[in-house]
């Protein structure tokens, strides 16, 4: 197929392309490490050029796309309510740049202590555990209950939310997350409405959240950390709301994809699943392996500031520069046989997290609950199989958030708790 139609199926999440993209991005490596899709849309696909553009943060900056909304079109409802959703998305550590990031994410880093991480690696292999306990009794069950249920879970124990109050915030955070992905026909009157109803309530929600916190402190959330930053007068009421709502955005369904993927891939990859059970110290170069081989975020764009210069490329001030994670984490000048998924691969140098300024706040975290699950997973059931042709399961039908939607697996025997 022409490499610019496999492109633009690419981004289209066409369902054959986004489950295997690499062959699309070997092709775009082989032009060069910036492949014009379209005249006005660079892509970048080397290891080199993707870490240099990540570190170059004052030149290259993230940016909510406002315009998918076509103002000019909506009702004055609309319009007041879709002006609003762009006010509460820059209050996302993603979405800022400069000392306003450094500022609220130099608040928010403080939840992620060691103690704090290490608390909630023990929290994830309990759910780990007490899954398995339910899953057991089945021959064939689907892995994805787990790996959707798990980091929402540990989210709600790191925010500090009470966890039977995780299926309404998380249908907040979808339904804010629901005016996005439109960008060529606008976004439809009741996605507005239901985006900008989601953020009254997380407001509301997150105002009760810090009232419950001053009767009863927790001092292991992240919530006591963000209040701690706003009564210093660091941040601000909506940046706590939105530094709240980005953690449990960014963190859910990342991880969810992290675990899902990861585990598919050992199975498909027998050896390396039996070399995982011979020797659980293995998982936690299994989770580098598994981030470097299927990257659960697989592309971000980044905007010019400024005319600039990328690989020899001109890039006019306004260009959005698509950085193709997923090829750089295939890219043979820094990757020895980079299609092998190899668990004892050592100093990966991927950038599933990201690299520079915006690198991922919560990757220590993913990969502690990712190495608990590994772990847990290989010990109780090392005669786990797939239970569908790998080539009947589907995937996210989308070109960044990159995972199984479901993923049958025969437990075999179980060899029981270990923790
Ligand atoms: C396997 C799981 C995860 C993956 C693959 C992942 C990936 C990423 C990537 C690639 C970025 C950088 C985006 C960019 O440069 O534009 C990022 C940023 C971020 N991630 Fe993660 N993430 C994961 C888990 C988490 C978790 C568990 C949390 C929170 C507990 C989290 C919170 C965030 C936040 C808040 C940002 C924005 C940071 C900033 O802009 O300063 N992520 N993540």
Not at 41 to 50: E, K, Q, R
Request: aromatic content about 6%.
């Amino acid at each position: 197929m022409e490499l610019d139609r496999a492109a633009s199926l690419l981004l289209a999440g066409d369902p054959q392309v986004v489950r295997n993209p690499y062959p699309v991005y070997r092709r775009m490596r082989e032009k060069g490490a910036v492949y014009w899709h379209k005249p006005d849309m660079p892509f970048v696909t080397t290891h080199a050029l993707a870490k240099a553009c990540l570190q170059d943060d004052q030149r290259l900056l993230t940016r909510r796309a406002e315009d998918r909304f076509k103002l000019d079109s909506l009702s004055e409802e609309d319009r007041k309510r879709a002006r609003e959703i762009v006010a509460f998305e820059a209050l996302h550590l993603s979405g800022m740049n400069g000392p306003v990031h450094q500022r609220v994410r130099s608040a928010a880093v403080r939840a992620f202590t060691p103690s704090r991480i290490a608390h909630l690696g023990e929290f994830a292999k309990k759910v780990a555990n007490d899954f398995l306990d339910q899953l057991a009794g089945e021959a064939d069950c689907d892995l994805v209950q787990m790996s959707y249920r798990l980091p929402l879970l540990v989210l709600m124990e790191l925010l500090g939310a009470p966890h039977e109050d995780a299926d309404m915030l998380k249908s907040w955070g979808d339904d804010l997350a629901g005016v996005k992905g439109f960008a060529a026909g606008g976004v439809p009157s009741e996605k507005i409405k239901a985006g900008h109803d989601a953020i009254s309530n997380l407001r509301a929600y997150a105002a009760s959240l810090v009232e419950r916190h001053r009767k009863q402190p927790n001092n292991l959330s992240l919530l006591s950390v963000l209040v701690e930053a706003r009564d210093g007068g660091r941040i601000n009421d909506e940046e706590l709301t939105g530094t709240l709502v980005i953690i449990l955005y960014a963190g859910h369904l990342t991880t969810t994809d992290l675990l899902g993927t990861g585990i598919h891939d050992l199975l498909l990859h027998r050896d390396q699943w039996s070399r995982l059970c011979a020797d659980p110290n293995l998982a936690k170069g299994a989770v580098e392996e598994a981030l470097r081989f299927n990257a659960p975020v697989q592309m971000m764009p980044r905007i010019a500031a400024a005319d600039m210069d990328i690989g020899g490329h001109r890039i006019a001030a306004g260009t959005s520069v698509m950085l193709l994670f997923g090829s750089a984490n295939r890219d043979p000048a820094v990757f020895q046989d980079p299609d092998r998924l190899d668990i004892s691969r050592v100093n990966i140098d991927h950038l599933a997290f990201g690299k520079g300024v915006h690198v991922c706040i919560g990757s220590s975290l993913a990969r502690l609950e990712a190495q608990a699950v590994f772990d847990t997973v290989s010990r109780r059931f090392p005669e786990m199989r797939l239970a569908a042709d790998p080539a009947d399961l589907e995937w996210n039908p989308h070109p960044k958030f990159h995972g199984v939607k479901r993923l049958p697996v025969r437990l075999g025997r179980d060899c029981g708790r270990t923790a």
